[in-house]
């Protein structure tokens, strides 16, 4: 099958990891691997970026991974926007149609919409995305796609998502330097829902969870819709470092134990599965049992756990949805960990892999490339979004309103 376009390239600069995915988009439609490359991300402390040169570095080197194993250059990219910075609120507006009752046309929704979004931001932040959730004509709400309708007034319900600018251009312009121009910006747990979650699942309602290095962010559906969102400062670094404390090892031999032997729930761990540990300076290594292991790893899986139920409280977030959560990221992969999940918090829990792509069966396989996948999807729908630029406005918009593009641009 050949390659239709230019290809698709997704960028997901993390705190542990840079993912690039290229994909081309087959003249049947579908999408295909090309190249996938993760590389040590560096120049990050948690979310923020603190080192310029080698986040540019880190981000090259990857892009040049995936570019000769593509054999093709590329020039733009996708990129993911995450962290503490990201806030998000819900917002309503409408417009009168008519002093009397008259069909819902293209303009009034973009109207709607451009009403619901004039929400005042704090002066730092800028918007990421506005995401319609639904609309209500005069009296009547849950209305998935208005036009055609009948009605006095028009209103929809928004999720708007922001961002602190300089966090934004910082990242961008790290992006720009490592010789990528930015096609889009997207929230990266809206990337992994967009790659992870089916359609029963967001109308069910679902919270997914993307658990990375330095930081856990979270977004949750209901009614097929992303209701509220938020992040809180753990993510699967701080596992390890609990691990070097704890066995007194270096970092690096802490994240390989962790990755090797570790486990979420202590209680099934074996006492007489037994590793040597590396000790810090010259002292010998030690050796240690796998339950020593998880005994340190399983109060953190807790109090994540605990984080996690906060965070969504507070955001109003009481009961969790019917479909639960899904874990998601490269720390998702603890053994255990969702299982404690469905335990703690109640609810069906499952891990979250990315789909959608054809030859990619190791990057799906690999729940911190869920973002780069999701990333490459919403690479794709813009490209049709351009494609369809000049079959008209009402088809741009009924694909926005089924979904087809979650992220109506500021
Ligand atoms: N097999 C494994 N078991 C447990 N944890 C793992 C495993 N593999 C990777 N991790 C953890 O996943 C984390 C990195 O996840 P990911 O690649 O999603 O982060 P990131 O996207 O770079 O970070 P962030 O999204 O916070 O900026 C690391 O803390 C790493 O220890
Ligand atoms: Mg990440």
């Not at 806030?87 to 069909?103: D, H, M, Q, T």
């Not at 309602?205 to 992040?231: H, K, Q, Y």
């Not at 959560?325 to 053994?335: D, F, P, R, S």
């Not at 990315?354 to 690999?366: D, V, Y």
């Amino acid at each position: 099958m050949k390659a239709n376009g230019r290809p698709l390239v997704a960028l997901d600069v993390g705190s542990s990891k840079v993912a690039v995915l290229i994909c081309e988009r087959r003249t049947d439609g579908r999408l295909e691997l090309r190249a996938a490359s993760l590389e040590e991300s560096r120049g990050f402390r948690k979310d923020t970026l603190v080192n310029f040169n080698a986040a540019v570095e880190a981000i090259r080197q990857a892009v040049e991974a995936a570019e000769r194993t593509a054999g093709t250059a590329v020039d733009s990219a996708v990129i993911g926007v995450a962290g503490s910075h990201v806030r998000s609120v819900n917002s309503r507006g409408g417009i009168p149609l008519a002093p009397r009752v008259r069909e819902v046309v293209p303009e009034d929704i973009r109207r709607a919409i451009e009403a619901a979004r004039s929400v005042s931001l704090p002066p730092e932040q800028e918007l990421l995305h506005v995401l319609p959730q639904e609309f209500l004509l005069d009296y009547q709400d849950g209305i998935r796609d208005p036009l055609g309708l009948l009605g006095r007034r028009l209103e929809v319900n928004v999720h708007i998502v922001t961002a602190a600018a300089t966090a934004t251009q910082n990242l961008i312009a790290a992006v720009n330097r490592a010789g990528l121009l930015v096609e889009d910006t997207v929230f990266e747990p809206l990337a992994a829902a967009e790659a992870c979650l089916t359609p029963d699942e967001r109308e069910l309602g679902v919270v997914v969870v993307d658990i990375g290095g330095g930081s856990t962010d979270w977004l949750s559906f209901e009614r097929g819709a992303p209701r509220v969102s938020g992040t809180i400062p753990v993510g699967g670094e701080h596992f390890t470092n609990d691990v070097a404390i704890g066995l007194r090892t270096p970092l690096w031999e802490a994240e390989r134990l962790k990755r090797s032997y570790g486990c979420a729930a202590a209680d099934g761990a074996s006492q007489d599965t037994l590793f040597e540990v590396a000790s810090m300076g010259e002292r010998p290594a030690r050796v240690i049992s796998r339950r020593a292991l998880c005994e340190i790893l399983e109060p953190r899986a807790q109090e994540w756990l605990a984080l996690l139920r906060d965070s969504l409280e507070r955001a109003g977030v009481e009961h969790l949805p019917a479909a639960g959560v899904v874990l998601t990221g490269g720390a998702a992969q603890l053994e255990g960990l969702v299982d404690l999940g469905a335990e703690t918090l109640r609810v069906p829990a499952r891990l979250g892999l990315g789909r959608g792509l054809l030859g990619a069966s190791g990057t799906l396989a690999n729940p911190a490339c869920a973002v780069a996948v999701g990333l490459i999807l919403h690479a794709n729908r813009l490209r049709e979004l351009q494609r369809n630029q000049n079959s008209g406005f009402v088809h741009r918009l009924r694909n926005l309103l089924n979904g087809k593009s979650w992220a109506a641009r500021a």
